[in-house]
């Protein structure tokens, strides 16, 4: 599965820009970093007040990774009743967010939007039919138009 092996390396590629650490020395200074990002995190709620953000996600696997992402950093996701369970509420420092989490969560969501694009495709032709171009553009009998 050659795919889901270069998705592993660029999520682990993603993952060690902000945590990843081999090596004592590297784990140490990606403890540094969490602790300075979490006190920019603080910095940027004493400047820069928390205000209520709504997302609406296209997909229950973007709802997954969004959450977990805001969690990782401490920011809440919730919804109001009888909001849909794509839309994700969050309060927080919108350049905080906007810097680190949106651009965190964008990143992973296009890697694993491709992925998952590239596995139906291929489960599809392998398993079902070799032709998986999109339907022809047919014209229209008289009598419908």
């Known amino acids: 599965m050659l795919i889901e092996e270069q998705l592993r390396e660029r999520l682990k590629k993603v993952e060690a820009l902000y945590f990843g650490a081999t090596t004592a020395g590297e784990r140490d200074a990606a403890e540094a970093a969490a602790e300075r990002l979490k006190a920019k995190l603080e910095e940027a709620c004493r400047r820069d007040p928390a205000v209520e953000m709504k997302f609406s996600l296209p997909d229950q696997w973007s709802v997954r990774l969004f959450i977990a992402l805001c969690r990782r950093y401490g920011i809440r996701p919730f919804r109001y009743p009888r909001q849909r369970s794509t839309t994700i509420m969050?309060?927080?420092?919108?350049?905080f967010f906007d810097t680190v989490v949106w651009r965190q969560f964008s990143v992973l969501h296009t890697d694993l939007w491709l992925y998952f694009e590239q596995t139906t495709e291929r489960l599809i032709r392998?398993?079902?039919?070799?032709?998986?171009?999109?339907?022809?553009t047919a014209v229209e009998p008289a009598g419908l138009r």
């Open 126 to 136: 392998e398993a079902i039919h070799a032709d998986t171009a999109d339907a022809e």
């Open 90 to 95: 969050v309060r927080a420092p919108r350049r």
